[in-house]
T-cell receptor
Framework: ETGVTQTPRHLVMGMTNKKSLKCEQH?????MYWYKQSAKKPLELMFV???????ENNSVPSRFSPECPNSSHLFLHLHTLQPEDSALYLC?????????????FGPGTRLTVT | TQLLEQSPQFLSIQEGENLTVYCNSS?????LQWYRQEPGEGPVLLVT?????EVKKLKRLTFQFGDARKDSSLHITAAQPGDTGLYLC????????????FGTGTRLQVTL
């Protein structure tokens, strides 16, 4: 595997379900990000991790819970979501902690909350 | 809060036409990046511009960073259907702890 991978690519879940999104980067980067992309809205930054430490939580509701066990893996745990949470969730990585802000994105997980 | 406004929001043109997309802010950025996102995929980095007034070319795409480093433009010459996608600019600011500010996006459709 190369670049940034995300699983699953598509997810349909009910409002009472619990699910997790997974992201893995194979680039040796030191920063990882979760973004939310909704139709007709700009890309919204959710969380930032530098060297597996969370450095940014952009006022994200607690029903979204990130986890970064190491610099290569990032998870987004989901529980009791709302229909308005349906969106494309993108993971990205960069060498920002070393001063290089160019971001490499995964293909995203298309989430539908029913 | 830093904002990056892109214009136009939507653009539908025919193959062979030229177009320019603008990315504007009232804030100064250390560098600015342009990404293209195709349906069902994540954004892909096209270019990074760093110096005020800098111009970079990528085949038929020309990127320019404003002299004051507050704005940027992307010009596409002789557009092709393969140029179709969402174009995003993203600005890096000093002291923002490893994050970029993304623009509002320009959705381009190039038809035969």
């Amino acid at each position: 595997e190369t670049g940034v991978t995300q699983t699953p690519r598509h997810l349909v879940m009910g409002m009472t379900n619990k699910k997790s999104l997974k992201c893995e980067q194979h680039l040796g980067h030191n920063a990882m990000y979760w973004y939310k992309q909704s139709a007709k809205k700009p890309l919204e930054l959710m969380f930032v991790y530098n060297f597996k430490e969370q450095t940014e939580n952009n006022s994200v509701p607690s029903r979204f819970s990130p986890e970064c066990p190491n610099s290569s893996h990032l998870f987004l745990h989901l529980h009791t979501l709302q229909p308005e949470d349906s969106a494309l969730y993108l993971c990205a990585s960069s060498q920002a902690a070393s001063g290089n802000y160019e971001q490499y994105f995964g293909p995203g997980t298309r989430l539908t909350v029913t | 809060t830093q904002l990056l406004e892109q214009s136009p929001q939507f653009l539908s043109i025919q193959e062979g036409e030229n177009l320019t997309v603008y990315c504007n802010s009232s804030s100064v950025f250390s560098s600015l990046q342009w990404y293209r996102q195709e349906p069902g995929e994540g954004p892909v980095l096209l270019v990074t511009v760093v110096t005020g007034g800098e111009v970079k070319k990528l085949k038929r795409l020309t990127f320019q960073f404003g002299d004051a480093r507050k704005d940027s433009s992307l010009h596409i010459t002789a557009a092709q259907p393969g140029d179709t996608g969402l174009y995003l600019c993203a600005g890096e600011s000093t002291g923002t702890a490893s994050k970029l500010t993304f623009g509002t996006g320009t959705r381009l459709q190039v038809t035969l």
